[in-house]
C-alpha cells in the first residue's frame, strides 16, 4: 500500500531477492539496485531519496536489495559497504556508487543513464 508523505501518494521503492534478481535486470530498461540493510544508518538516510527519485525520474525502474538476506548477490557483485548503489542494463552494471550521495549529485547521474 502506497505511503503518505506531505499529502502526496508515494509508491515505495519493491524489493529485489536472489531467486528473482537475474529475471528482473535482464531487460534494456535500467535497472537501479539500492544494496542496503537494516542497522545501516546511512542506508536509512539514503531510502527516501531513492524513493523520491523513483518518483522523479522515467525511464529507469528502482529496487532494494538487503544484504543479510541476499548475501549471494553481494557477494556476487562485491558489495563491501552499503548502501552501494548500482544500475544494471541487459544484466550487466552500467553504474555505480557507494555511499549516501547527495539527491541533486544522484538524479543528474541517473538522469544522464536516461538520455
Known amino acids: 500500500m502506497p505511503a503518505l508523505l506531505a499529502g502526496k501518494e508515494t509508491i515505495m521503492v519493491e524489493e529485489i531477492t536472489t531467486a528473482t534478481f537475474d529475471d528482473v535486470v535482464k531487460g534494456d530498461t535500467p535497472v537501479l539496485v539500492d544494496f542496503w540493510d537494516t542497522w545501516c544508518g546511512l542506508c536509512r538516510a539514503l531510502s527516501p531519496i531513492i524513493d523520491e527519485l523513483s518518483?522523479?525520474?522515467?525511464?529507469?525502474?528502482?529496487?532494494?536489495?538487503?544484504?543479510?538476506?541476499?548475501?549471494?548477490?553481494?557477494?556476487?557483485?562485491?558489495?563491501?559497504?552499503?548502501?552501494?548503489?548500482?544500475?544494471?542494463?541487459?544484466?550487466?552494471?552500467?553504474?555505480?556508487?557507494?555511499?549516501?550521495?547527495?539527491?541533486?549529485?544522484?538524479?543528474?547521474?541517473?538522469?544522464?543513464?536516461?538520455?
Do not use: H, W
Open 55 to 115: 518518483d522523479e525520474i522515467d525511464g529507469i525502474e528502482f529496487y532494494k536489495c538487503n544484504v543479510d538476506e541476499n548475501q549471494e548477490l553481494a557477494m556476487r557483485f562485491g558489495i563491501m559497504s552499503i548502501p552501494t548503489i548500482m544500475v544494471f542494463k541487459a544484466g550487466e552494471p552500467i553504474f555505480n556508487s557507494v555511499g549516501a550521495a547527495p539527491k541533486g549529485k544522484l538524479k543528474a547521474e541517473l538522469e544522464k543513464l536516461t538520455a
